[in-house]
């Protein structure tokens, strides 16, 4: 392959094939994250944990070229569990952080695990291209 069909390899490669492959990658970090967040949360009726599930946007590409997802938890007590509060009696119900620790370690995780998934992609898409 010439340095002309390259090029035009990667023009290819940065348009709808790319967007598809990166609002894919989203939605793969937003599972994830999902998945860490359902198993930090503590349970008491079990409400609270099963709503991370419920309100979950697909990915999609933003105006400004990033992508996002939006996940929210729709449970009124949702933020006092993820940041505590104080209770009427006087005590303090801790903070759990379920989420802001779940983003910590994807945030620590997916640099890397991005990179090579990235690459593979090119690698893939560029070597299809030689057949």
């Known amino acids: 392959m010439d340095i002309k069909e390259f090029q035009k390899v990667l023009r290819e490669l940065s348009g709808k094939k790319r967007d598809e492959f990166f609002i894919q990658q989203t939605n793969n970090i937003t599972q994830?994250?999902?998945?860490?967040?359902?198993?930090?949360?503590?349970?008491?009726?079990g409400l609270l944990r099963i709503s991370w599930r419920s309100h979950v946007t697909p990915a999609r590409k933003m105006e400004d070229g990033s992508y996002k997802s939006i996940v929210k938890n729709p449970v009124h007590y949702a933020s006092y569990?993820?940041?505590?509060?104080?209770?009427p009696n006087g005590g303090y119900y801790e903070p759990r952080f379920m989420a802001k620790k779940s983003c910590n370690e994807l945030e620590q995780m997916y640099p890397g695990i991005l990179g090579s998934e990235i690459s593979k992609w090119y690698a893939e898409n560029l070597w299809s291209r030689k057949k």
């Open 32 to 45: 994830d994250f999902l998945n860490r967040v359902h198993k930090k949360t503590p349970v008491d009726t």
């Open 81 to 87: 569990v993820e940041y505590g509060h104080r209770m």
